[in-house]
């Protein structure tokens, strides 16, 4: 491990100009996905800048009944929380389906959005990866594939390939409840929809996400949103816990009496460089009788342009079966659960 | 480049000069000759590591010595005054819950922090209703614990073990 320098500056501003003006420092949060890279290799940083005590560790209820998350709250703290509990309650299942018990009392908020693929390949100094070492190839392609991308990879040039996935399970919910993210930069602070942080590989997979080096997260903001209290997330994995999302769906469904769906919100995990906003999946949805069908041709728009990795060592078409099945059990148990909740409100 | 800073370990308070790579996981193992955190895998994978770091189940293995100054660690060995068990150790022996007892301090550590979230309500991923109370089940016990690996496989004796202390801390 390459020796480096700790720093903890008075402040988040301080943190933000220090890592600006420093190409070679980073910023440590939980430690949970950066001391595994230091040790790895894959992180060689000359300096550590501590923003653990920096940032808010609060959650707050905000005037426009939004909910402030500190980029400090560690993933135990905002599962347990009781407002994210009632309100936000995909977010919650989200965060307690990742890592383990140690692990969310040691991660962050920011620090999990800005986590990186799992990506075995990723991870293995000796392997081509233009994720690491832009250029030198894609090891993934041809290579063991099983928690790779089906939707808005790269595939070619071999240059600029790349078909990992976003590991957060949290960043799926939040994508589906509308999040805000605040970020601190030297210029001050701006707001970016959680939609638009993570990238797609585009021609450049070294980037995850929109933020420039320096900039800081500060908090997540949750608008209000009546039809978040009926938000679920399922996540599917190779073990039953402790284990990566193959295929993860966080969604709401506003159903009405006649069951036709008022309105919905759809993310997709384990499927695409970033948390997947189903937007075609929505569209299909809304307007439309919440029955299988409706949900079969929801999946189906989503997945229209699906592109699985192809190796000869294992590829990701199994994952196009899955994404259905999990959209579909999801969408049922939602729907259910409306009509179950109808039907208390409203004996008549 | 080294940094200066102090750790109470088990009740005894250390002060220490550690290189700035160093984990308290190497920090106690290495430094101040504490061994009952073991290293298992170092990635964060398995809990042998485990201890309970300012009153919460921590990962030593992933978290910086130098950013954890001044900060209150129990391992396993600590969980109970000098002579005595905790019960959760206690249990484990009743319940003949380890066979090589590797991962065993890291088991009890994560035990006792999992009783006391559970004892705040905290959820878990398999709570049936997430704003209810928390019943500790197999099934609770076995997902809140699902970050401690044993390679022995004494799982079904880790849960007996568990839900035995946990039913009593229920009552
Ligand atoms: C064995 C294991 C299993 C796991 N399983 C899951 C899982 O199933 N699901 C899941 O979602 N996650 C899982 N994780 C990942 C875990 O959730 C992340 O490692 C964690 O959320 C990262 O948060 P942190 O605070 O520890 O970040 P750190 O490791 O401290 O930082 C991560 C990155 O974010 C940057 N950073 C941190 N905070 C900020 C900020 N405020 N602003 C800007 N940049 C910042 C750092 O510079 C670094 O690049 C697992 C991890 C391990 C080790
Ligand atoms: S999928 Fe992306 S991260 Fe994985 S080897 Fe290919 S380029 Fe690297
Ligand atoms: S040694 Fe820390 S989790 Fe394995
Ligand atoms: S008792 Fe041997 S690893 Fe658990």
């Known amino acids: 491990m390459r020796p480096f320098a700790y720093e903890r500056p008075d402040d988040a501003a301080g943190a933000v100009a220090t890592v600006t003006a420093d190409p070679d420092a980073v910023f440590l949060a939980g430690g949970t996905n950066l001391v595994d890279h230091l040790r790895l290799g894959l992180a060689t940083p000359g300096t550590l800048v501590d923003v653990t005590g920096l940032t808010s560790t609060e959650i707050t209820d905000l005037p426009d009944g939004s909910l402030r998350v500190g980029a400090g709250v560690r993933n135990a703290d905002l599962a347990a929380d009781e407002r994210v509990r009632t309100r936000y309650p995909a977010l919650a299942q989200a965060l307690l389906a990742g890592a383990s018990g140690q692990l969310r009392n040691m991660a962050t908020t920011g620090g999990n959005l800005l986590q990186r693929t799992r990506c075995v390949y990723f991870q293995d100094l000796t392997t081509p990866c233009n994720k690491r070492a832009p250029g030198s190839g894609c090891s993934a392609l041809d290579g063991w594939a099983r928690h790779h991308a089906v939707l808005g990879a790269t595939h070619e040039p071999a240059g600029v390939a790349c078909v990992a996935t976003h590991p957060s399970d949290m960043a799926v919910a939040l994508v589906a409840l509308d999040a805000q993210v605040r970020v601190l930069g030297t210029d001050g602070e701006r707001t970016v929809p959680i939609g638009d942080l993570h990238r797609l590989p585009g021609d450049d997979p070294s980037r995850d996400t929109v933020l420039a080096h320096g900039e800081l997260i500060t908090a997540v903001d949750l608008p209000p949103s009546p039809i978040a209290a009926h938000s679920t997330y399922r996540k599917v994995r190779d073990r039953a816990s402790y284990a990566f999302a193959l295929v993860s769906v966080a969604a709401a469904l ?51 342009d699906a592109r699985p990795v192809e190796s000869p ?28 909740t109808t039907t208390r409100e409203d004996p008549a | 480049m080294h940094a200066d800073l102090s750790l109470t370990v088990d009740g005894h308070h250390h002060t ?21 955190p073991k290293k298992g895998c170092d990635h964060g994978q398995c809990g042998a590591c485990t201890v309970l ?16 100054d001044g900060a209150e660690v129990t391992t396993a060995d600590g969980l109970a005054p000098e002579g005595e068990l905790h019960p959760v150790a206690q249990a484990f022996l009743d319940h003949d819950a380890f066979q090589c007892g590797y991962c065993t301090p890291g088991q009890i550590c994560s035990a006792v922090g999992m009783l006391d979230e559970a004892a705040a309500g905290h959820p878990s991923v398999v709570t049936d209703d997430l704003a209810g109370p928390v019943t500790l089940d197999r099934a609770e016990i076995a997902e809140r614990l699902s970050g401690n690996l044993c390679r022995c496989g004494a799982y079904a004796h880790i849960v007996d073990a568990v839900a035995e202390v946990g039913s009593e801390v229920a009552r």
């Open chain 1, 254 to 304: 506003d159903v009405a009496d006649d069951g036709t769906i008022r309105d919905a919100r759809v993310a997709l995990g384990g499927v695409a460089h970033r948390p997947w906003r189903a937007t075609a999946t929505e569209q299909s949805l809304v307007g439309a009788p919440a029955t299988e069908d409706t949900f079969r041709a929801a999946a189906r728009a989503e997945l229209v």
């Open chain 1, 313 to 340: 060592r294992g590829g990701t078409a199994f994952k196009l079966p899955l994404v259905t099945a999990t959209l579909l059990a999801t969408l049922r148990d939602l729907t259910a659960r409306t009509a179950a």
């Open chain 2, 16 to 36: 220490l000069t550690v290189d700035t790579r160093t984990t308290v996981l190497d920090a106690l193992r290495e430094h101040l000759a504490v061994t009952s």
């Open chain 2, 53 to 68: 770091l300012d009153g919460r189940r921590t990962l030593s293995c992933l978290s910086l010595a130098v950013a954890h």
